[in-house]
């Protein structure tokens, strides 16, 4: 069966263009021009990728983001920004979008960050019969099922994204993990702008997880290099 991706712009030429490419690339586009009709085709749909550009009429994107993740923390958001809106893009994050791609933005780089949204979500469905396995450090545990984390007696939710790189900082404890290698294998592509996305990930995790996030204990940082979850890792038997 095809994914289905609803593609939400309300500048015609883009919206057109969008569509051909990606019927072109063997997926099924559905095309929303603005916020309103954006939940109406995704409640009717159920889209398996949604593309969201910011500035809307009716809804704006980051409305859309919000209410599309009270009702599904797992599809993922792509997020369409105009250059310069870096400000968005933070607020975007923190209503639950996975990724963003700056206008305007060449074909290759577009399909890439689809196929990687695809497979970043795959990796994160179990196989069958398998047991998804709880993530637990310091005083946090994360449950990949709900996409849920508890730190003391707060839960609150996580974006696929934030469970890929806590996934990848639990399984390499205490190790430093520079930019090149947190970018390839949680975001799968390289593109100008990503590392300051990892850095806005990072802050957004460390509003989870730490007691105070400007001082964090956890998620450290390692100047120059990347980042490393502190601790020792788990005894093998
Ligand atoms: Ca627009």
Known sequence: MKDR?????????????LKDLLSGEGYLPL?????????????RRKPDLVLLDVMLPEKSGYEVCREIRKEDPRVPILMLTAKGEELDRIAGLELGADDYIVKPFGVGELLARIRAAFRRQRALEPGPGEEPEELVFADV?????RLELQKGQRRCPLTPRELAL????????????????LL???????YEG???TLDQHVAQLRKKIEDDPARPRLLLTVHGVGYRLAGEPEAAD
Do not use: H
């Open 31 to 43: 095309v929303a021009v603005d916020g309103r009709q954006a939940l109406e085709i995704y409640r």
């Open 194 to 196: 990503t590392t300051r």
């Open 184 to 190: 390839q294998k949680v975001w799968g592509v390289r």
């Open 5 to 17: 991706i609803l593609i939400v712009e309300d500048e015609a030429p883009l919206a057109a263009g």
């Open 166 to 181: 806590l996934k990848l900082f639990c399984s390499r404890r205490g190790e430093v993990l520079d930019r090149e290698t």
């Open 141 to 145: 545990r994360v449950d990949p099922r």
